[in-house]
């Protein structure tokens, strides 16, 4: 049965979509951007439907100032008591164990605040680790594209042949030569940090064509996730989709959300 829930966060009001079931481990979907619960093209919602058919209760929520909540939308950065009071309220519908699931930079948000939230487990998909955004893809995602166009004679001959923007590849190049942050302070530096403090099972789903999913995938080859790649389970999809889109995208999710919740 789908219903919609209210609950309280710091004063506003939130509000979730609860796919009950009988089981007492479910899922907590947090969703990453400016996104509301339903998901990219109704993804988040298809996915509980189908998990709550495997009798694992599901909850979906709009963080404040997103979708139907009220207050101010600070950002994935602020969503701390956004996730411990949907944490709440979940249990609060006799659900026991929680496996909490985000993508893109819910998962972030996930890896910082999981733990006052007292979730059990995490599935974090195509976690956010780029510094500033721009019109330009992340650096690690660019230095791929042009790896796999210099493997390709056709884009040799693109090129002499005029078919190529030069002042965009020169703007591609310029980014793709830049060197993550080091610093301690650096968002894959607090990612790494985090991750390597987590309690909770941390699985890592990278769909291997997302340029949010590149970048995470460099930035985890360096050595501040050292600590990081001994202690979690990361799986690639051979999908270029950063909200799993396709029907065997999909699938492949489900079938990793699942795995969690036995």
Same mark, same amino acid.
């Given at each position: 049965?789908?219903?919609?829930?209210?609950?309280?966060?710091?004063?506003?009001?939130?509000?979730?979509?609860? @796919? @009950?079931?009988?089981?007492?481990?479910?899922?907590?979907?947090?969703?990453?951007?400016? #996104?509301?619960?339903?998901?990219?093209?109704?993804?988040?919602?298809?996915?509980?439907?189908?998990?709550?058919?495997?009798?694992?209760?599901?909850?979906?929520?709009?963080?404040?100032?997103?979708?139907? !909540?009220?207050?101010?939308?600070?950002?994935? %950065?602020?969503?701390?008591?956004?996730?411990?009071?949907?944490?709440?309220?979940? $249990?609060?519908?006799?659900? %026991?164990?929680?496996?909490?699931?985000?993508?893109?930079?819910?998962?972030?948000?996930?890896?910082? *605040?999981?733990?006052?939230?007292?979730? &059990?487990?995490?599935?974090?998909?195509?976690?956010?680790?780029? %510094?500033?955004?721009?019109?330009?893809?992340?650096?690690?995602?660019?230095?791929?594209?042009?790896?796999?166009? +210099?493997?390709?004679?056709?884009?040799?001959?693109?090129?002499?042949?005029?078919?190529?923007?030069? =002042?965009?590849?020169?703007?591609?190049?310029?980014?793709?030569?830049?060197?993550?942050?080091?610093?301690?302070?650096?968002? !894959?530096?607090?990612?790494?940090?985090?991750?390597?403090?987590?309690?909770?099972?941390?699985?890592?789903?990278?769909?291997?064509?997302?340029?949010?999913?590149?970048?995470?995938?460099?930035?985890?080859?360096?050595?501040?996730? &050292?600590?990081? $790649?001994?202690?979690?389970?990361? #799986?690639?999809?051979?999908?270029? !989709?950063?909200? *799993? =889109?396709?029907?065997?995208?999909?699938?492949? +999710?489900?079938? $990793?959300?699942?795995?969690?919740?036995?």
């Amino acid at each position: 049965m789908r219903k919609l829930i209210e609950f309280d966060c710091a004063g506003e009001m939130l509000v979730g979509t609860l @796919d @009950d079931a009988a089981g007492t481990t479910g899922l907590l979907i947090v969703s990453g951007g400016n #996104e509301i619960r339903i998901g990219a093209h109704r993804g988040m919602a298809r996915l509980a439907e189908r998990v709550a058919r495997a009798d694992h209760p599901v909850l979906r929520f709009d963080r404040r100032g997103i979708g139907d !909540s009220t207050g101010a939308n600070g950002g994935y %950065e602020s969503s701390a008591a956004d996730i411990a009071a949907a944490a709440q309220a979940f $249990r609060e519908t006799g659900v %026991e164990r929680i496996v909490a699931f985000g993508n893109c930079d819910a998962a972030t948000a996930l890896a910082f *605040f999981h733990a006052p939230a007292g979730i &059990d487990t995490l599935l974090l998909a195509n976690p956010w680790t780029v %510094e500033t955004a721009d019109e330009m893809p992340p650096a690690a995602a660019i230095r791929a594209h042009y790896a796999s166009k +210099l493997r390709n004679p056709s884009e040799w001959l693109r090129l002499l042949r005029g078919g190529v923007n030069i =002042a965009k590849l020169l703007r591609g190049l310029r980014k793709a030569s830049n060197k993550p942050p080091q610093a301690a302070t650096s968002l !894959s530096a607090r990612l790494a940090a985090a991750l390597a403090q987590a309690q909770a099972p941390v699985t890592i789903l990278l769909a291997t064509g997302d340029n949010t999913a590149i970048a995470f995938a460099d930035a985890l080859k360096g050595p501040a996730f &050292d600590a990081v $790649r001994a202690k979690v389970q990361v #799986e690639r999809l051979d999908s270029a !989709s950063h909200s *799993f =889109a396709r029907a065997a995208d999909k699938d492949w +999710l489900l079938e $990793r959300v699942l795995q969690a919740l036995r």
